[in-house]
C-alpha cells in the first residue's frame, strides 16, 4: 500500500514536499517513482529513485527544481518540489516496481503498486 501527502495550493515559484509512505510485504525494498497527471493529459514520469536511494532519474524539465530521496528506515520516500509552475499543477502519484527499472524508470507500466495521488494546484 502507498499513501501520498504533502500536496496542497501553492504560488508559482513556491515549494512542496511530497511524501509517500510504503506499507511492505517482507524484508525488501522497492525501485520507487513519482508520476505526475494533469488534468486531460497522459500520466508522465517525475522521477525515480533506486533500492537503496543511490540513483536517481528525473524527468529533464524537473531535474533541476525537483528532489527525490527515500528514507528506508521510515518506509517513505520524499519528493521536494522547488520553483512550481503553473504547469505543474496535478495529481501527483507515487508507485512501486519489484526490479530495478534504470532508465525505463518512468515506464509506468513497469510499476506494480500505485497510491491514491496527492493533488498539487500551483497558481
Known amino acids: 500500500q502507498l499513501v501520498e501527502s504533502g500536496g496542497g495550493s501553492v504560488q508559482a515559484g513556491g515549494s512542496l514536499r511530497l511524501s509517500c509512505a510504503v506499507s511492505?510485504?517482507?524484508?525488501?525494498?522497492?525501485?520507487m517513482g513519482w508520476f505526475r497527471q494533469a488534468p486531460g493529459n497522459e500520466r508522465e514520469g517525475v522521477a525515480g529513485?533506486?533500492?537503496?536511494?543511490?540513483?536517481?532519474y528525473y524527468a529533464d524539465s524537473m531535474k533541476d527544481r525537483f528532489t527525490v530521496t527515500r528514507d528506508n528506515a521510515k518506509n517513505t520516500v520524499y519528493l521536494q518540489t522547488n520553483t512550481l509552475k503553473p504547469e505543474g499543477t496535478g495529481m501527483y502519484y507515487c508507485?512501486?516496481?519489484?526490479?530495478?527499472?534504470?532508465?525505463?524508470?518512468?515506464?509506468?507500466?513497469?510499476?506494480?503498486?500505485w497510491g491514491q495521488g496527492t493533488q498539487v494546484t500551483v497558481s
Open positions: 529513485i533506486s533500492l537503496g536511494g543511490g540513483r536517481t
Open positions: 511492505k510485504n517482507g524484508d525488501g525494498n522497492y525501485w
Open positions: 508507485a512501486a516496481a519489484f526490479s530495478f527499472l534504470g532508465g525505463r524508470w518512468s515506464e509506468s507500466n513497469l510499476y506494480s503498486y
